[in-house]
């Protein structure tokens, strides 16, 4: 059975660091790109980042080099490194496969408050 798991996410003050993780089934994730979306409410879903099956990276503007995308094939794992966290940045953060309706996480709630 094919399944895609975020895990990481949580409250933590502005300025702070959270690193978010997801794991899929190895028949989906070795040769598929990897991608982070977020959702706060009453907003579109949007592209947080996304890293290729080789390793190649792409961000939303928005980041701004305070996040990082990366892949460790061995463990079927992608992780988003956030750091300068704003109170903006909360909502709830998806890990998608392949960049298709076929495979999302569940989601995992990141929440940025003083």
């Known amino acids: 059975q094919v399944h895609v798991v975020e895990s990481g996410g949580g409250l933590v003050q502005p300025g702070g660091s959270l690193r978010l993780s997801c794991t899929a089934s190895?028949?989906?994730?070795?040769?598929?790109?990897m991608l982070w979306y977020r959702q706060s409410p009453g907003k579109q879903r949007e592209l947080v980042a996304s890293?290729?099956?080789?390793?190649?990276?792409a961000y939303g503007e928005f980041v701004k080099d305070r996040f990082t995308i990366s892949r460790d094939n061995a463990k079927n794992t992608v992780y988003l490194q956030m750091n300068s966290l704003k109170p903006e940045d909360t909502a709830v953060y998806y890990c998608?496969?392949?960049?298709?309706?076929?495979?999302w996480g569940q989601g995992t709630q990141v929440t940025v408050s003083s």
């Open positions: 998608n496969v392949g960049g298709t309706a076929a495979y």
């Open positions: 190895r028949i989906i994730f070795r040769l598929n790109a």
């Open positions: 890293i290729s099956s080789s390793g190649a990276t």
